[in-house]
């Protein structure tokens, strides 16, 4: 859809249809991953029927929009019955407060659009409304018959950021874009954080340690098992006795 909306803008411009070459590269690119995942990414992967709308766009909010644009945001998981929230402070612990918070970002953010619509120039603000259309319609397919894992959700929240740093540039207040700029970076900034399941776990060093032992019952062609994270499922990479016998520590 990208592709084909900045042809169809250039078209509007020009009159022609044209193809970059750079199109050519993403649409071939994008043949290959879908080539991939036919051949190797069935089972669980599958479509299956829709699932509850309001889950979609509640995991929509949380998983695209409220850990895009707002600070120490966090992850949620668990089930509707009982969620939990990691890497939140306090006040964000809680559906009614994360939802507050979002709506007033939204709020301000909608707000600064209004102010400085007059100043969108017309194809920027076409732009502007379809990247927003985009990052939500494909936010609600893949949940509908997938799974809105954050994972999934990495491309929506690449969207939101595009939308936001269009509005930034739309700007003319000085002071209220760099205010947006450095708003922008905190939340990169304070966002980098790993979800338990991916930071607490079993640690190298004591790992490679009982690892070492272990070889020291057996032959050099021997390989042993380092327990690493995820811890579910149970990751482990394997390796020869005889390179552990040169590692010093």
Not at 150 to 170: E, G, K, Q
Not at 171 to 180: A, E, G, W
């Amino acid at each position: 859809p990208i592709v084909l909306q900045r042809a169809y803008l250039e078209r509007k411009n020009t009159g022609k249809w044209r193809i970059q070459v750079s199109d050519l590269y993403f649409l071939a690119g994008l043949l290959l991953q879908f080539i991939f995942i036919a051949v190797t990414s069935l089972g669980e992967r599958t479509p299956h029927s829709p699932q509850s709308l309001f889950k979609v766009l509640y995991l929509y909010l949380e998983r695209g929009l409220g850990i895009s644009i707002v600070p120490m945001w966090g992850f949620v998981s668990g089930t509707s019955e009982s969620p939990s929230y990691e890497n939140a402070p306090v006040f964000l612990n809680s559906m009614a407060t994360r939802m507050a918070a979002l709506f007033l970002v939204i709020a301000i953010l909608g707000a600064i659009y209004i102010r400085s619509s007059k100043a969108f120039p017309a194809n920027l603000r076409n732009h502007f409304w379809f990247i927003l259309i985009l990052g939500f319609s494909y936010s609600i397919i893949v949940g509908l018959f997938f799974n809105p894992e954050p994972r999934y959700m990495i491309f929506t929240s690449f969207l939101t950021y595009w939308v936001i740093l269009l509005l930034i540039d739309a700007q003319s207040n000085l002071s209220l874009k760099v205010c947006l700029n450095t708003y922008l970076i905190v939340i990169l900034v304070v966002g980098l954080t790993a979800s338990g399941h991916r930071s607490t776990g079993p640690d190298w060093r004591p790992e490679l340690t009982k690892a070492k032992q272990e070889c020291s019952d057996l032959s050099p062609e021997q390989e042993v098992r380092i327990r690493i994270l995820p811890i579910v499922p149970q990751w482990e990479m394997v390796v020869s006795c005889k390179i552990l016998t040169g590692v010093d520590r």
